[in-house]
């Protein structure tokens, strides 16, 4: 079983849908967490932290469930310009951080 | 221009040949990273380094070495290169004074044929 797992997709949405994504995590112990975007052959880039009691930032929404070990990431009334791929990261401590292979997102007009 | 700046960005080398990729940043980071990337694997580490005489190796190490000339600066090295090698190729850095975020560079493609 893979450290993080993450439903690769894709997914194709219309634009102004909400979206879902769930990331799954093996490491009980895991410390911090983490999604990145990524667009296509370009680096990641941070998208937001996942707090213990959820946040929000605009139309992304991330909570974590340490119990059923999993993290999640909603996007409200998304744009075209929210295509790209999310990657969860999962940092296991000791700057140990663990990237799912990420879930492609494709919002069409 | 890009705080973390890896070179070159795009390489073809042929089997057997020694390739270096470097890093250079501007963020005054402590620590430094290289990462490689294919198709459904998701990001992988190679090397971290959290300072300057530190350097410790990732999963995926073998195969590779590493240098850190100074602070802003970690490259990564090919020393034979063979073709399961082709990947993308990133640096970053983080620093424990400002949560450990991990910020990439722009990436290299590494072909090798």
């Known amino acids: 079983r893979k450290e993080v797992e993450q439903d690769p997709g894709p997914f194709n949405v219309p634009e102004g849908a909400t979206v879902a994504f769930n990331c799954t995590y093996s490491?009980?112990?895991?410390?911090?967490f983490f999604w990145y975007r990524q667009d296509c052959r370009k680096e990641p880039k941070l998208l937001m932290s996942?707090?213990?009691s959820g946040n929000e930032d605009g139309r992304f929404t991330a909570q974590l469930n340490r119990a059923s070990q999993y993290i999640s990431l909603l996007i409200r009334d998304s744009k075209l310009s929210d295509s790209a791929t999310y990657l969860c990261v999962v940092n296991k401590g000791a700057q140990k951080l663990v990237f799912g292979q990420g879930t492609r997102l494709t919002i069409n007009p | 221009d890009a705080d973390v700046t890896q070179t070159p960005r795009n390489r073809i080398t042929k089997t057997g040949k020694r390739i270096m990729l470097e890093c250079s940043q501007t963020?005054?980071?402590?620590?430094m990273y290289w990462y490689r990337q294919d198709p459904g694997l998701g990001l992988r580490l190679i090397y971290y380094?959290?300072?300057?005489?530190?350097?410790n190796k990732g999963e995926i190490s073998d195969g590779y070495s590493v240098s850190r000339q100074a602070q802003a600066k970690f490259s990564l090295s090919l020393e034979s290169a063979i073709p399961n090698q082709t990947a993308l190729y990133f640096c970053a850095t983080s620093d424990r004074r400002f949560g450990n975020t991990i910020y990439f560079g722009e990436g290299s493609w590494l072909t090798v044929v």
């Open positions: 490491n009980s112990a895991s410390q911090s």
């Open positions: 963020k005054g980071h402590d620590r």
């Open positions: 380094s959290f300072d300057v005489k530190d350097i």
């Open positions: 996942v707090y213990s």
